[in-house]
């Protein structure tokens, strides 16, 4: 809960003004962070899709502010900093993580995470201010299947290089790139992303410069008291109610089909929200699986999308919601556990199933692509990886956009000028999958096709979903069309992988979202 204020304290002096213009300030820092990290990677992966997120820590962990890049990872990325939290913090410190058990999401999401500390008065230790963080999707870390994201994971050691959260200096960041492919430009990303933490560490001491070490930290707790007063109010209005949702994911990476059901209860009381996945089937033998912390930043996207988008995006904001999951199921896995598809598969499903829950409370739109359609293409001397976008659900009072990354993705699309540059790939067709999206009074968004030609030998793997289950709609909208896999005009299943040899075609053609409300 808030805390009460000292009207002797620093943050009395806090006025809604200056809350606002360091709320201000620090998103401003952030997002020039992503900017710093886009401009200097060398990846396509991260310089023209952006699957990148920064964001600043206070000196207890909590976080601050973020820029508003990619949801499953800024949700998650508390779970990092709260890794290394009890570690010994010295200046010029460098941490690195991708271990999904202890802050991580899946292997290719890298975490590079910096103690920030003020200067002192003479005589006295400088004293830590916070910490500044960026996480990126590397196009491969090691492993036995390029890029990390194989279709038939079943431990994590099949996914590539786990990394513990570790000191990196300079040797270490070397020594860890020469374990992965194409070792050069993976450690040109993570020096990128160390120059984005470093463009977080300038700013927030220029702040403490202007307003005082002692104003800026009581400025920051303000701040995540501010998100969680806003969650709170918007939660009181809500009617009190227990609200349940189900849905599946379609597991057939193993062989034969089958369905992993998934199931939540939204339990609104006052000013709070307990979101309870009991029930939910057990982890698999496959990649579905879901670490705690990613599960909770898609719980957390959905919460925030149907109650205040607006309220300042920080750890307080979620004080108000509890998730429970059960140990051992499929969105809260144990160690060692395949994740490769539960942080980009899983993830996009729970907040389908968050916000199919608070629908009952809260006007919530129809459902859409519910995946990132994962796309992996390599063979000597490149990896290449990209999620497509789909249609997005329609709302109550709107159509839903066509062809954009949908829930708990937010990247760009790989330019056809860049990826041909680049990689032995031609682009046959990119476009709207017109017709797509579900009918209603309110028509969801269509999908996309794309559709690339193999110009050399290499490997494929697709990590899809929503192939056999339409995005559903809601209040007497249509459900969207279920996308579709095809390898030389043949179907594939939702999971699969394979070799394209010069001339192949794999299409891709996306799910359509939910229409809103009955056909007039």
Not at 71 to 83: C, E, I, N, W
Not at 347 to 359: E, K, Q, T
Request: aromatic share 4%; hydrophobic share 40%.
């Amino acid at each position: 809960m808030s805390r009460e204020i000292d009207p002797r304290s620093d943050r009395a002096r806090i006025d809604p003004i200056l809350l606002q213009v360091l709320v201000g300030a620090l998103r401003a820092a952030c997002d020039e962070m992503g900017a710093v990290l886009v401009r200097a990677a060398h990846s396509a992966n991260i310089k023209e899709r952006r699957d990148c997120s920064t964001a600043l820590f206070d000196g207890a962990g909590e976080l601050v502010m973020q820029a508003e890049h990619i949801p499953v990872h800024l949700g998650s990325m508390p779970d990092a900093v709260a890794a290394v939290l009890a570690e010994e913090q010295r200046q010029g410190d460098l941490w690195i993580l991708n271990d999904p058990y202890r802050g991580g999401t899946h292997l290719p999401d890298i975490t590079l995470i910096s103690p920030i500390f003020a200067p002192a008065d003479d005589g006295e230790e400088d004293r830590l201010l916070g910490f500044a963080a960026s996480r990126a999707h590397h196009a491969d870390v090691g492993g036995p299947t390029p890029a990390g994201m194989p279709a038939g994971s079943v431990r994590l050691e099949d996914e590539g290089l786990v990394i513990p959260p570790t000191r990196a200096g300079d040797e270490k960041l070397a020594q860890l790139a020469g374990q992965m492919r194409n070792p050069r430009q993976r450690l040109a990303d993570l020096r990128a992303q160390r120059a984005a933490n470093l463009t977080g560490e300038r700013r927030l001491l220029e702040l403490a410069g202007r307003y005082g070490i002692d104003l800026l930290r009581a400025g920051m707790t303000e701040i995540l008291d501010y998100g969680e007063r806003r969650t709170r109010a918007r939660l009181a209005e809500l009617p009190d109610g227990v609200h349940e949702a189900e849905d599946v994911m379609e597991d057939d990476a193993g062989g034969e089909p089958r369905e992993i059901h998934l199931r939540v209860s939204a339990g609104i009381e006052g000013d709070r929200l307990l979101l309870d996945f009991t029930g939910t089937d057990p982890q698999v033998e496959g990649n579905l699986n879901c670490p705690l912390p990613v599960t909770k930043s898609a719980a957390f996207f959905a919460v925030r999308v149907l109650t205040d988008p607006d309220a300042p995006p920080s750890a307080g904001a979620f004080r108000p919601v509890e998730v429970i999951a059960p140990a051992g199921c499929l969105v809260n896995a144990r160690s060692p556990a395949a994740v490769a598809a539960g942080n980009v598969e899983t993830s996009s499903r729970i907040a389908d199933l968050v916000m199919a829950a608070l629908g009952g409370a809260i006007p919530a739109p129809a459902q859409g692509q519910g995946t990132m359609n994962n796309l992996t293409l390599a063979a000597e001397g490149f990896t290449y990886y990209e999620t497509l976008g789909g249609g997005q659900g329609a709302c109550p009072d709107a159509d839903g956009p066509s062809a954009v990354h949908v829930a708990m993705s937010n990247t760009l699309n790989t330019p056809i000028e860049a990826l041909e540059t680049e990689f032995p790939l031609r682009v046959r067709e990119l476009a709207i999958r017109r017709g797509s999206g579900g009918e209603g009074r309110h028509r969801g968004g269509d999908g996309l096709v794309r559709e690339l030609e193999a110009l050399a030998p290499m490997g494929f793997t697709l990590i899809t979903e929503r192939r056999r289950h339409a995005p559903r709609g809601r209040e007497g909208g249509a459900d969207g069309k279920p996308g579709r896999n095809l390898l030389n005009g043949e179907a594939l299943p939702s999971k699969a992988a394979g070799e394209l040899r010069p001339g192949d075609r794999l299409r891709i053609e996306t799910p359509g979202g939910g229409g809103y409300g009955p056909p007039s």
